[in-house]
């Protein structure tokens, strides 16, 4: 049975940072893209980062420079690093694993960025 856990979540003041992470069970990662997500109230899911097997990166514009994704493949385990956090980063943020045929998902981490 596959698993994807996230961790890593909370409250924090605007400017402040959190480290995402999300284990993976029952899988390997080192052959998927990996990805965050994130969904706010009342709107769509939005790719945040992703992370190739390859290690190439993108980023959605409204985190470039301030979130940063990795992978440990030996541990199963993605990463989001979010810096300068703003109130609009407030979401639940989703890490999910693809590659043909295969998509993967976690149940979610609340990020709420308020002061």
């Known amino acids: 049975q596959v698993q994807l856990v996230e961790s890593g979540g909370g409250l924090v003041q605007p400017g402040g940072s959190l480290r995402l992470s999300c284990a993976a069970s029952?899988?390997?990662?080192?052959?998927?893209?990996l990805n965050w997500i994130r969904q706010a109230p009342g709107k769509e899911r939005e790719l945040v980062a992703l992370?190739?097997?390859?290690?190439?990166?993108n980023y959605a514009n409204s985190v470039k420079g301030r979130f940063a994704i990795s992978r440990d493949n030996a541990k199963n385990t993605v990463y989001l690093q979010m810096n300068s956090l703003k109130p609009e980063d407030t979401a639940v943020y989703y890490c999910?694993?693809?590659?043909?045929?295969?998509?993967?998902w976690g149940q979610g981490t609340q990020v709420t960025v308020s002061s």
């Open positions: 992370i190739t097997s390859g290690g190439s990166t």
């Open positions: 999910n694993a693809q590659k043909t045929g295969i998509n993967y």
């Open positions: 029952g899988t390997i990662f080192g052959d998927k893209t």
